[in-house]
């Protein structure tokens, strides 16, 4: 994974997106191909997480926006179409606003 101050974004989609945590107030900027979770722990965000490896819902939030998440293994398809994701194995595809107080 790239250092959290590289901007020049994923390789694959050679994008950098922004990030807005509703609850927490801030905004982020996160590479295409970095964690959500990992980039906001990197800024001092205080975002509840557990395993890391997206099977135990810890990190579960209602998402606006696209994120590529093929990794997680804990949510239902209805939960994804509601909206929801793992931050700890999920990608930006897009802007995205993240409400992290909402679990699944």
Known sequence: MPDSADSTGD???????TCEFVDEGVEIEVPGDEYILEAALDEGLDIQYSCLQGVCASCGAKVDGEVEQSEEHAL???EK???Y?????????SDLTIHSNEEP
Request: glycine fraction near 10%.
């Open 11 to 17: 390789e694959r989609t050679g994008e950098t997106y």
């Open 76 to 78: 239902t398809q209805w």
């Open 81 to 83: 179409q509601q909206g």
């Open 85 to 93: 994701a793992l931050l700890c194995v999920s990608y930006p595809r």
